[in-house]
C-alpha cells in the first residue's frame, strides 16, 4: 500500500518544487494530503483513524486559509507576507501553532512518521522559503521555536513526541538557512533526512516507543555504537555530518544573539540524543536482540551512513 501511494506521493511534491505558480504549487500540496491520509488509515485502528481526521482537518483549514491570502496578494498586490509565512507555519507545526504536531505522532507508526518528518516538510518549506522575509520578527521566531522544542524534548519520554519537537527544531534551522540561498536549506534537508532515517529504521525495528525501553535492549557495542553515531550526527556533533550545516548557518549569521540562542539550545538537543544513548548502556540481560527481531542487515545500514559522515 505504500508503495501504491508513495508515487502520487512523489508527483505532488515533484510538482511544487518545479512550479513558478503559487496556485499550482498550492494544488501540489493538496494532492500530497490526499495520498498521505489513505497510508495514515492503513491499520484501520480507532487511533489511525483519529490521526488523520484530526491531520485532515488542520491541513484543510489552514489550506484554505493559505489559498484565500494567496488570491489576495495576488488580486490585491499585498505587499506584507507575514500572513501567509504564519500560515505555512501553521500547516508545518511550527511556533506558534506547534500545539497539534507533537500530539499527532503518538498515534503514528514509525514509518508514517518517517515520511512526516522528511519528504511531507518538503513542500512548505519551499513556498516558506518564496514567501520569507529576513527580519527581527523571523529571528525571534526561530529562537522560539527552538526553545519551544527544547523545552518539549526536555522531559519527554515518549520518543515519538520527542522526535517531533526535534523536528520542530530542525525547522528552525532550515528557516535560518533560508535567509541566504535555497541550497543551504536544502542540503540541510538532506543531510537531516539522511541522518534521521536510520535512527527511526532502528526505533521501527526494536519497537521503541519510551525512553524506558532503551533499559530493556541488548545490543553488541558495535551496534550501540553505531546508533550513537547516528544521535549525535542528528543532535549536530563535531565532526559529524549533522554538525556540517550548522556550522556553515552559524559563519553565515549576522546577529550575534541568534546565533547565541540558536548555538546553546542546540546544546540541549544534543544532550537529548546522547541520554537516549546512556540509557541504552544500562541494559538489562531479560531481553535479548534476537527477541526483538532486529534484521541482520539493520546495523549495516546504520554503518554505511556512518561512513557517509565520515566522507563528508
Known amino acids: 500500500m505504500i508503495n501504491y501511494y508513495f508515487l502520487p506521493m512523489s508527483m505532488s511534491i515533484l510538482m511544487t518544487l518545479i512550479s513558478n505558480s503559487w496556485i499550482i504549487m498550492w494544488m501540489g500540496m ?7 491520509l489513505p497510508l495514515m488509515n ?24 493559505l489559498i484565500f491570502l494567496l488570491s489576495n496578494t495576488l488580486i490585491f498586490k499585498m505587499s506584507s507576507m507575514f500572513p501567509l509565512e504564519m500560515t505555512l507555519f501553521f500547516k508545518m507545526g511550527l511556533m506558534p501553532f506547534h500545539f497539534w504536531y507533537p500530539d499527532l505522532f503518538t498515534k503514528m507508526s514509525w514509518n508514517i512518521s518517517s515520511i512526516m518528518f522528511t519528504m511531507q516538510k518538503l513542500a512548505p518549506l ?44 530542525h525547522s528552525s534551522w532550515m528557516m535560518s538557512s533560508m535567509m541566504f540561498s535555497k541550497f543551504w ?48 550526527s542528528l543532535g549536530g556533533y563535531p565532526p559529524l555530518l549533522g554538525f556540517i550545516p550548522k556550522w556553515f548557518i552559524l559563519l553565515m549569521l549576522n546577529n550575534k544573539l541568534l546565533l547565541l540562542m540558536m548555538t ?14 546512556i540509557l ?29 559522515w565520515m566522507m563528508i
Open 42 to 65: 492503513k491499520n484501520k485502528s480507532n487511533k489511525s483513524i483519529e490521526c488523520s481526521m484530526k491531520y485532515f482537518l488542520i491541513q484543510s483549514f489552514s489550506s484554505l486559509l
Open 185 to 232: 536549506w536544502m542540503m540541510y534537508w538532506s543531510i537531516y533526512t539522511l541522518s534521521l532515517l536510520p535512527v527511526l529504521y532502528f526505533f521501527k525495528q526494536m519497537n521503541l516507543l519510551t525512553m524506558n525501553q532503551f533499559l530493556s535492549i541488548n545490543m553488541t557495542p558495535w551496534t550501540k555504537m553505531m546508533i550513537f553515531l547516528n544521535l549525535l
Open 264 to 277: 546553546l539550545l542546540s546544546s540541549f538537543s544534543l544532550y537529548i540524543y546522547m541520554k537516549m544513548w
Open 126 to 169: 519551499w513556498m516558506l522559503s518564496i514567501f520569507l522575509t529576513n527580519n527581527m520578527l523571523l529571528h525571534n521566531i526561530i529562537i522560539m521555536n527552538l526553545l519551544v522544542s527544547s523545552l518539549g524534548m526536555w522531559n519527554e519520554k515518549n520518543i515519538q513526541k520527542l522526535m517531533a519537537f526535534s523536528s520542530i527544531s
Open 30 to 36: 493538496e494532492l500530497n494530503l490526499m495520498s498521505i
Open 280 to 308: 541504552s548502556l544500562l541494559i538489562s540481560k531479560n531481553i535479548s536482540l534476537k527477541k526483538m527481531n532486529l534484521p541482520m542487515y539493520m546495523p549495516m545500514i546504520i554503518l554505511l551512513s556512518t561512513f557517509l
